[in-house]
């Protein structure tokens, strides 16, 4: 009965460890797809796990891997092997006698006739590579370059990272304020547009009136629809960049301040710092520098190569292990092609043209960083130029709705055309912030352009 009872307390302590357990989960869950990311916050999450940075890792990890591969060529290389042969063959049988210590005068009379004997060779082999006409040496150094290349790949990777995580975030604000500005117009012209119903049908308004604003009101419900839109795009791109699951829930929080971006470098200063730190140039350079090693290496097939070795085993016609039976054997040994069908040429030619594709894709490189700095720069200037024109329209929107308030207290304006000059003030402060966001997302552009996103 006591047995009986302690197992049913064990059972029920589980089950409540495992619900206890469960409900923890959940809430960890939960507080993982309801995070709030501010913008910062937001490029930290995307640098620890977007999959393209991941990626970019473990290329780093192999590259490392290829350089401890063409290491190995400089080290002894070891191996054990087992051989047996079973022969009837009078230079075999000789042989085997021989070497395994068993061979008396009296095997003379029966060399011709032999009979079938067994050997058990057991042995431990030692190599060692001299010389390779330098191929081990230039293969080396291709693969520490070959390291070098895949970490600027992955600073590559995550300076275009940080600079999309922070166009998408813009943009999501964008959106939004877009989205406030439609349902204000919405607003504003179904306002008017009962109000011009009534008046057709007392008969002091025109039919075309009415369906006038029936179209304005169907081109606000578009644009309201499109920034609905504009929002779920924004957040669905900003998961992927994020390396978050679609039916992950979150969102981003709007900063409490903008600040406000300048332009004080030249385009020649912007174009030597982009020239310097952009990591897509300084990988294409050292991808020349592994051609050309490449090269090297093979030209190296045309030199003599030279191995030293050594062997130390047993003969015996039994499986087992005799010292009275062991034997060394060393040596070296050169050898060097004399015509191996043109492949050394073909291998030369083939790393030759190699060492000029990647000339001309750092040549590519280079033009196209040029064209980045330049259009992002120009960008930067435009957008700050929208923001200074939207910045005065919105004074001449605040004094506008102040003389039409004045008037609507004076009964002189009509509710509507108050309404619309409401709607007309906050169109013109989402337009500035939303310029705003224009000239920060130009402002990372730019960043990302000169290689500065990634320090």
């Known amino acids: 009965m006591l047995k009986h009872t302690l197992k049913q307390l064990l059972v029920n302590l589980l089950i409540v460890c495992s619900i206890t357990a469960a409900s923890a989960e959940e809430v960890v869950r939960k507080a993982a797809n309801n995070q709030a990311f501010s913008l910062d916050q937001a490029i930290s999450y995307a640098l620890a796990n977007n999959p393209d ?28 092997k087992v051989g ?51 191929q081990d040496y ?9 390291i070098a290349v895949a970490e600027l790949e992955h600073a590559a990777i995550r300076n275009s990272l940080v600079e999309m995580v922070t166009a998408t975030y813009y943009g999501y604000l964008a959106a939004i304020e877009a989205h406030k500005v439609a349902n204000d117009s919405i607003t504003a012209v179904t306002s008017e547009l009962d109000q011009t119903r009534k008046q057709y049908a007392a008969g002091t308004a025109l039919k075309a009136d009415v369906l006038s604003l029936e179209v304005k009101l169907a081109e606000a419900q578009e644009n309201q629809i499109r920034a609905a839109n504009g929002i779920e795009l924004a957040l669905v791109s900003a998961k992927t960049l994020l390396g978050l699951a679609t039916e992950e829930n979150f969102s981003l929080t709007a ?40 090269i090297r290496g093979e030209q190296g097939a045309y030199l003599p190569r030279a191995d030293a070795f050594v062997s130390y085993g047993q003969d015996s016609q039994d499986p087992g292990f005799s010292s009275s039976q062991d034997n060394v054997t060393a040596g070296v040994s050169v050898e ?120």
Do not use: C, W
């Open 53 to 80: 940075v991941q990626i970019a890792t473990e290329r780093i990890g192999q590259a490392d891997a290829q350089l401890g591969e063409a290491l190995s060529a400089f080290y002894p290389q070891i191996s054990a």
């Open 84 to 134: 047996y042969q079973h022969s009837n063959n009078p230079v075999q049988v000789f042989s085997m006698a021989v070497a395994q210590r068993q061979f008396d005068p009296a095997s003379i009379n029966s060399i011709n006739s032999p009979g079938y004997r067994q050997n058990f060779r057991p042995e431990i082999i030692g190599k060692l590579s001299l010389f390779r006409g330098g």
């Open 138 to 146: 230039y293969q080396s150094k291709a693969a520490e370059l070959g």
């Open 255 to 294: 900063p409490a301040t903008l600040p406000v971006p300048v332009v004080s470098t030249s385009f020649t200063e912007l174009l030597n710092q982009a020239l310097a730190q952009r990591p897509e140039i300084q990988a294409a350079t050292k991808q020349v520098e592994i051609s050309e090693r490449q």
């Open 336 to 455: 060097m092609d004399l015509f191996s069908g043109l492949n050394t040429k073909n291998r030369v030619s083939a790393a030759e043209r190699k060492a000029a594709q990647a000339r001309e894709t750092e040549r590519k490189t280079r033009l196209n960083i040029e064209q980045e700095v330049k259009t992002a720069h120009l960008k930067l200037q435009e957008a700050l130029a929208r923001l200074r024109v939207t910045e005065a329209s919105v004074s001449a929107a605040d004094e506008a709705l102040r003389l039409v308030n004045e008037q609507r207290r004076a009964d002189t304006v009509t509710v509507t055309r108050y309404l619309e000059a409401e709607a007309a003030r906050n169109k013109a402060h989402a337009n500035t912030i939303t310029a705003h966001y224009d000239a920060l997302t130009a402002e990372t552009a730019l960043k990302q352009a000169i290689g500065e996103l990634n320090q």
